[in-house]
């Protein structure tokens, strides 16, 4: 693995990731392909916008054109795809979007790696388990997503093993569980609490706020990931998490203490439709390779915070046009 294509590659985790491979291997050349949707920011990564070791290329993944084309000219050996719509609130309002890129997306990608005998790596999502009311979900659970971004995902998922299966690709999948950090677009829960409760707006939580997350620090799953594609089991599906969970309204009230700010900025909004009351996954199988988690939820919102209060620059620009409109439609006028 020496030239890597990553795909969704400008969003949240996938630039994460690339800045994580730069500094990790100093001979691993990183070309970024995106499409630059809303949520893709050439921002997040201006800080390695001069690596010579560093090309982005903007298209979109269900051109298979313009994907054979980066392939070739970079002479690409691994795909490693974080493109896909993820909001599930979005899913919900159009899923339009979320079937094209996450599924039809994904088979273009596969088709290109099934003719050039490429090593392919999945970013998927716990949320494709559904519901856990008790226990937790290994690898080979049944897929019972319940929402229109979820069942997407679980299609990608099973399109993959379908081309192992059949094509025998060297594909593998990772199902991450929420994840927060620096350059995470602000319509998802965490930056959207951080940075109204900055400006002392309302935080708006869904229904009692006692839904069960694992919130995962970014840099951690990036390191997950590395440890697949370089030591996993092609064919696998790895989940990747902390192995604990927090209720929302609990982070809620971490992040005002953190900031400072009075609990009363929490309101309780109507819950979405289809709400997952909790994800939980065992992680026993990623662990077994060697990695494990350095960050504990308190240690990676800390960080989080931090990095919001910090950079003012990056997020607030972002809080205007297409966001507030969408903003507007998903929690003002469900009141």
Same mark, same amino acid.
């Given at each position: 693995?020496?030239?890597?294509?990553?795909?969704?590659?400008?969003?949240?985790?996938?630039?994460?990731?690339?800045?994580?491979?730069?500094?990790?291997?100093?001979?691993?050349?990183?070309?970024?392909?995106?499409?630059?949707?809303?949520?893709?920011?050439?921002?997040?990564?201006?800080?390695?916008?001069?690596?010579?070791?560093?090309?982005?290329?903007?298209?979109?993944?269900?051109?298979?054109?313009?994907?054979?084309?980066?392939?070739?000219?970079?002479?690409?050996?691994?795909?490693?795809?974080?493109?896909?719509?993820?909001?599930?609130?979005?899913?919900?309002?159009?899923?339009d979007a979320f079937i !094209?890129?996450?599924?039809?997306?994904? &088979? /273009? =990608?596969?088709?290109?790696?099934?003719?050039?005998?490429?090593?392919? *790596?999945q970013v998927g999502t716990d949320e494709v388990y559904g519901w856990v009311v008790e226990g937790r979900s290994r690898e080979d659970d049944r897929l019972l997503p319940r929402s229109p971004y979820a069942a997407s995902k679980a299609g990608a998922d099973l399109l993959i093993h379908a081309y192992v299966v059949t094509h025998k690709v060297g594909a593998t999948i990772t199902r991450g569980s929420n994840n927060i950090g620096p350059y995470q677009y602000p319509e998802k829960v965490v930056p959207l609490f951080v940075t109204n409760a900055i400006d002392n707006l309302p935080l708006p939580l869904y229904?009692?706020? !006692?839904?069960?997350?694992?919130?995962? &620090? /970014? =840099?951690?799953?990036?390191?997950?990931?590395?440890?697949?594609?370089? *030591?996993?089991?092609?064919?696998?599906?790895?989940?990747?998490?902390?192995?604990?969970?927090?209720?929302?309204?609990?982070?809620?009230?971490?992040?005002?203490?953190?900031?400072?700010?009075?609990?009363?900025?929490?309101q309780h909004v109507p819950d979405r439709p289809g709400h997952d009351r909790r994800y939980a996954l065992d992680i026993s199988k990623l662990c077994a390779l060697g990695w494990k988690s350095t960050h504990t939820f308190e240690e990676a919102l800390r960080k989080t915070v931090r990095w919001y209060v910090e950079n003012e620059w990056w997020w607030r620009k972002l809080k205007s046009g297409e966001y507030l409109e969408y903003y507007r439609k998903q929690y003002l006028e469900r009141r």
């Open positions: 693995m020496k030239n890597l294509l990553i795909t969704g590659g400008a969003g949240f985790i996938g630039s994460n990731f690339v800045r994580y491979i730069l500094n990790k291997y100093p001979d691993y050349h990183t070309i970024v392909f995106d499409k630059l949707t809303y949520a893709g920011n050439l921002d997040n990564l201006r800080d390695v916008a001069n690596d010579p070791r560093y090309a982005f290329i903007r298209a979109d993944i269900c051109d298979a054109d313009a994907v054979e084309r980066a392939i070739r000219e970079h002479r690409i050996d691994t795909i490693v795809n974080f493109a896909a719509e993820t909001h599930v609130d979005r899913s919900i309002m159009d899923a !094209k890129t996450d599924v039809y997306g994904t &088979y /273009v =990608l596969l088709e290109a790696a099934k003719k050039f005998g490429l090593r392919y *790596h229904g009692d706020g !006692k839904q069960m997350r694992d919130y995962q &620090y /970014v =840099l951690d799953h990036c390191e997950a990931i590395d440890i697949v594609l370089h *030591h996993g089991k092609i064919g696998e599906v790895y989940n990747v998490g902390t192995g604990e969970e927090t209720e929302n309204i609990v982070m809620a009230r971490m992040i005002l203490k953190l900031l400072g700010k009075p609990e009363s900025l929490i």
